[in-house]
């Protein structure tokens, strides 16, 4: 019988790692986290959460071990290093990563800890820092499903729905394609913005139309505000980001055989504008790739 309060460890607080940390711990569930930089950990204190000097120690007793980091290279450090989560005693059972790192790697990831008596689900997330704080994700799961059910109590906190993708890997792959179209739609929001203010059309008029016309989506009305201020620093989810899972989606067209040539030229744009310094800024200030705006404000 799964507890309704598993002991989880929470191992990464970034831009979305520390609010979903913080859901979980006012949602009641037992929790110990651990970061690279120990300072992001100060508000989880207050909530009850303990803070572990290693991964290792975080995972030592935890029932549950989910990893929210930038990529494979990190999650691969955080579970298998000298220090490592895989490593810790009592050896936890279920691990799911919630980060972005590709089938490949979440198989690998997978197949390891299976070999030490684990289980594994890849659970990457869609949303960014503000679905985060609201507890609004989508999770993309891979695995098991009984081990996906395993999870539901430390899911929702996090996300109004889960999506149970298929075998292992299958939340990886699912995510890679969603961010796939999301480049495509980041890329044709941007252009499209600077070319009708080019040809007159107000910011504010423009900014109308993307969010309420027919093609509107909930990043458009997101970041409307944002994109109305011109304002992308703090940003939600960073260019770079936008970049490394672009990367991901051509490689997965690689691997099936099957180019996609409007992603592809999505990709060098997001190349070009990271290229150009505009990797740190919110993905939406890949805007200025396209020249500057006649009605940009500030705030």
């Known amino acids: 019988m799964r507890p309704l309060n598993p002991r989880i460890a929470f191992l990464g607080l970034g831009t979305m790692g520390a609010p979903m940390a913080k859901n979980l711990a006012l949602a009641g569930l037992p929790l110990r986290v651990y970061n690279r930089s120990a300072g992001r950990a100060e508000g989880l204190l207050e909530l009850g959460a303990q803070v572990a000097a290693s991964p290792r120690e975080a995972a030592s007793g935890a029932e549950v071990v989910i990893t929210m980091l930038t990529g494979p290279d990190a999650v691969e450090r955080v579970l298998f290093g000298p220090e490592g989560a895989a490593a810790a005693k009592p ?3 279920l691990f799911a990563d919630m980060s972005t790192t590709g089938p490949g790697a979440a198989r690998d990831f997978g197949a390891r800890l299976s070999a030490l008596g684990a289980r594994f689900v890849d659970a990457p997330v869609s949303g960014s820092r503000l679905p985060a704080e609201t507890g609004e994700l989508v999770v993309l799961a891979g695995g098991e499903a009984s081990d996906v059910a395993q999870l539901d109590p430390v899911f929702r906190p996090l996300a109004r729905r889960v999506i149970h993708a298929g075998p292992l890997g299958a939340g990886q792959t699912l995510k890679v ?5 999301g480049c495509q739609h980041l890329l044709a929001f941007a252009s499209m913005l600077r070319l009708g203010e080019q040809a007159g059309l107000s910011r504010e008029v423009l900014l109308t139309a993307f969010t309420a016309g027919a093609f509107s989506t909930p990043a458009y009305v997101a970041k409307q505000s944002r994109v109305l201020a011109g304002r992308y620093e703090d940003p939600d989810f960073v260019l770079d980001l936008v970049l490394r899972d672009a990367v991901l989606c051509e490689e997965l067209q690689r691997e099936l055989g099957t180019p996609m040539p ?10 070009r504008a990271v290229l150009q310094g505009l990797g740190a800024d ?3 200030g890949i805007e200025r ?11």
Do not use: W
């Open 262 to 271: 409007t992603h592809q030229a999505a990709h060098a744009e997001v190349r």
């Open 91 to 93: 050896a936890p059972k």
């Open 289 to 299: 790739l396209y020249g500057s705006s006649k009605t940009q404000r500030k705030v």
């Open 177 to 181: 394609v969603l961010n796939g179209l």
């Open 282 to 284: 919110d993905l939406f």
